[in-house]
């Protein structure tokens, strides 16, 4: 005999199931004496309320901030080091908790929301202490990690094979970007002399692409690879 509602198994003696708590079909007929299946004081667990959840975690964000505001304002009578605490607390609120708020959230859409999030904060420290390094170095860097782990996240989603080669060009891209990035480092804050330190992750990196691409273009090693490590 079997649930109507959940389709459980249930034993000839049971009158409701022990699972849903639904009436057994045919009540009236009567059952015989039987050892039931489940024990009778076990019930499902209640499901939390994932809007109620996120709503609580949110006060939990709200409160240190508005602490902080506060503690900033009664103190300093403006807004100082309270401005780096909010931004951290908003800057993880956006990555750690405003997916939760929708059913079914897209790595796509919120990976460069992540990734604008942060340039907001960089921006406001920039503004914040005078440095003059946001448009010359952060944004550019923060923008060229941005569409290369956007482009790695989206061919993951989209497609269902070549991911050995999605990896092998994301890992070469980086290691070129690298040179970007010292290039940019040293126009922005006047390095002495060149220490050329983007070469060592360019040639890991690059090497590791390589390997990968190798591994993905062979496909006698790439087969032997997966039986040996059950990929």
């Given at each position: ?54 709503f609580v975690v949110t006060v939990v964000f709200l ?169």
């Amino acid at each position: 005999m079997y649930c109507i509602q959940c389709g459980v198994k249930l034993a000839d003696s049971e009158r409701v199931c022990p699972l849903c708590g639904t009436v057994v079909f045919h009540p009236q007929l009567t059952q015989p004496q039987g050892e039931p299946l489940y024990p009778a004081d076990r019930r499902p667990s209640p499901q939390v309320n994932p809007i109620g959840a996120q709503f609580v975690v949110t006060v939990v964000f709200l409160l240190p901030m508005l602490i902080t505001l506060l503690c900033d304002l009664q103190l300093n009578r403006g807004v100082t080091w309270s401005g780096y605490v909010v931004g951290a607390l908003l800057l993880s609120y956006v990555i750690l908790v405003l997916p939760g708020w929708f059913l079914h959230p897209n790595p796509v859409v919120f990976v460069p929301i992540d990734f604008g999030a942060v340039m907001l904060y960089l921006l406001y420290i920039d503004l914040a202490t005078g440095g003059g390094w946001f448009l010359s170095f952060a944004f550019p860097v923060t923008g060229g990690i941005m569409v290369i782990t956007t482009t790695v996240v989206t061919l993951l989603r989209y497609l269902r094979r070549g991911k050995l080669y999605v990896f092998g060009g994301a890992s070469i891209a980086t290691g070129a970007f690298m040179l970007l990035v010292e290039y940019l480092a040293n126009l922005t804050f006047h390095t002495p002399r060149a220490s050329l330190w983007s070469l060592y992750p360019l040639t890991v990196l690059g090497l590791l692409g390589i390997m990968l691409l190798t591994i993905a273009i062979c496909r006698p090693m790439r087969e032997s690879l997966e039986r040996k490590f059950f990929l």
